[in-house]
């Protein structure tokens, strides 16, 4: 799961807008603040962006990117979601988790910066997606991005 050779420039560059997107939710204390963008197949057109909290307090940022898409939808073949944070395996706000839709829509491949603390959930989204068939990559090299994000829920 580590940055693949030859995508690493493009992965950077789509994943660090992600984290910049991030910054635009409104904070909470019972939620991460996390940006999501999905880049199609030829890894310049932006095919959604959605982030935490963007249209309703229990939106997530995956499931917000992917609101405008039917499941299966033949444009995300071949598509790239770039999350600023491991999309999530469990919630309690609604009833499908952004693992299930990645899965739903069809994605096959999630570049994510920092795997999701533990603060609220036990999260397995990057485990359940490889398992899937998806492609997992994780940049823990654009994690400190996230982290401040997230600085309302991290402090002592």
Same mark, same amino acid.
């Given at each position: 799961?580590?940055? !693949?050779?030859?995508?690493?420039?493009?992965?950077?560059? /789509?994943?660090?807008?992600?984290?910049?997107?991030?910054?635009?939710?409104?904070?909470?204390?019972?939620?991460?603040?996390?940006?999501?963008?999905?880049? &199609?197949?030829?890894?310049?057109?932006?095919?959604?962006? &959605? /982030?935490?909290?963007?249209?309703?307090?229990?939106?997530?940022? !995956?499931?917000?990117?992917?609101?405008?898409?039917?499941?299966?939808?033949?444009?995300?073949?071949?598509?790239?979601?770039?999350?600023?944070?491991?999309?999530?395996?469990?919630?309690?706000?609604?009833?499908?988790?952004?693992?299930?839709?990645?899965?739903?829509? &069809?994605?096959?491949?999630?570049?994510?910066? /920092?795997?999701?603390?533990?603060?609220?959930?036990?999260?397995?989204?990057?485990?359940?997606?490889?398992?899937? &068939?998806?492609?997992?990559?994780?940049?823990?090299?654009?994690?400190?991005?996230?982290?401040?994000?997230?600085?309302?829920?991290?402090?002592?």
């Amino acid at each position: 799961m580590a940055a !693949e050779a030859g995508a690493a420039d493009v992965d950077g560059r /789509w994943l660090g807008y992600a984290v910049e997107l991030a910054k635009r939710c409104p904070p909470a204390q019972t939620a991460f603040s996390v940006g999501a963008v999905i880049v &199609g197949p030829d890894g310049e057109t932006v095919l959604a962006e &959605g /982030w935490s909290r963007a249209g309703d307090p229990r939106d997530h940022a !995956e499931e917000a990117a992917l609101r405008g898409f039917a499941a299966g939808d033949p444009r995300l073949a071949g598509a790239t979601l770039y999350s600023s944070l491991e999309p999530c395996s469990a919630r309690a706000s609604r009833p499908r988790t952004c693992t299930e839709l990645t899965l739903a829509a &069809g994605i096959g491949r999630v570049v994510f910066a /920092w795997r999701e603390p533990a603060l609220f959930v036990d999260c397995q989204g990057a485990e359940l997606l490889a398992a899937a &068939g998806v492609t997992v990559v994780e940049r823990p090299d654009l994690a400190a991005g996230v982290r401040a994000a997230n600085a309302h829920l991290l402090a002592d």
